[in-house]
């Protein structure tokens, strides 16, 4: 198995899971970072985590944590199957995902838990970057 492969089986082994800011525990509480940050812990990579931080990260600081992550690079690239997608709501991005084809795996306050549904047009016109994991680290 892929990186990507081993990210995704991850994330939807999460689905369900309660939503909790600064969540990091599969099946008890995860909030979006601690969605990506687990899946890509089980796939083997390391991850910079941060505590912290605000309900609502603002001014680039969800972007900077991404940038600054060793495994990870930006893409000019439509999403693939385990990308990470950043993405925003109302102003600055502040919202994580993972790209599992055509449906996308988050853990989604308004929801209540770890979900996964459809990349829809609304959903493609959210994500602000698309980040991959490096070849050298998956």
């Not at 970072?33 to 309900?55: E, F, K, N, W």
């Not at 600081?61 to 997608?85: K, N, S, T």
């Amino acid at each position: 198995m892929s990186a990507a492969d081993d990210i995704v089986a991850a994330a939807r082994a999460a689905l369900g899971t309660p939503f909790r800011h600064q969540g990091r525990i599969p099946g008890v509480a995860l909030d979006c970072a601690g969605l990506a940050i687990i899946s890509a812990q089980a796939a083997g990579i390391d991850v910079l985590d941060q505590s912290g931080y605000p309900r609502r990260a603002g001014g680039a600081m969800l972007e900077a944590a991404l940038d600054a992550q060793p495994a990870l690079e930006r893409v000019r690239e439509a999403p693939q199957f385990g990308d990470i997608l950043l993405m925003r709501f109302d102003c600055d991005p502040q919202h994580l995902g993972i790209c599992a084809g055509k449906t996308i795996i988050h853990s989604w306050a308004t929801m209540r838990r770890v979900v996964e549904h459809d990349i829809t047009a609304d959903w493609l016109r959210r994500i602000v970057r698309v980040y991959r994991v490096r070849a050298d680290h998956g």
